[in-house]
């Protein structure tokens, strides 16, 4: 089992920055890559950012150049700086962990959600 422990969200004006942080725990030997996805109300759950062990990252086409995705390998945790937030980047944000495929049939591991509001 992983445990994923998410902190950082919170209410800001738009063009504002903010970094969301997500802890992991338990089989670290597991993952494969971390990641955040997010979701708005009535909206699907979408791709945000994804990071491997080795640094490689994917980013959502709506987020690049603003958001920065890293992770700490020694700690277990992966960040997300947000900056030059806008009101559409108001959603629950969800840490995502993707087992290595040979693991076989393992479901992704998520956090709890942290919500991020931007408005004026």
């Known amino acids: 089992q992983v445990q994923l422990v998410e902190s950082g969200g919170g209410f800001l004006q738009p063009g504002g920055s903010l970094r969301l942080s997500c802890a992991a725990s338990?089989?670290?030997?597991?993952?494969?890559?971390l990641g955040w996805y997010r979701q708005a109300p009535g909206k699907q759950r979408e791709l945000v950012a994804t990071?491997?062990?080795?640094?490689?990252?994917n980013y959502a086409d709506s987020v690049k150049g603003r958001f920065t995705i890293s992770r700490d390998n020694a700690k277990n945790t992966v960040y997300l700086q947000m900056n030059s937030l806008k009101p559409e980047d108001t959603a629950v944000y969800y840490c995502?962990?993707?087992?290595?495929?040979?693991?076989?049939?393992?479901?992704?591991?998520w956090g709890q959600g942290t919500q991020v509001t931007v408005s004026s």
């Open positions: 995502n962990a993707e087992p290595h495929a040979w693991v076989g049939g393992q479901d992704d591991y």
């Open positions: 338990g089989s670290i030997f597991s993952i494969y890559a």
């Open positions: 990071i491997t062990t080795g640094g490689i990252t």
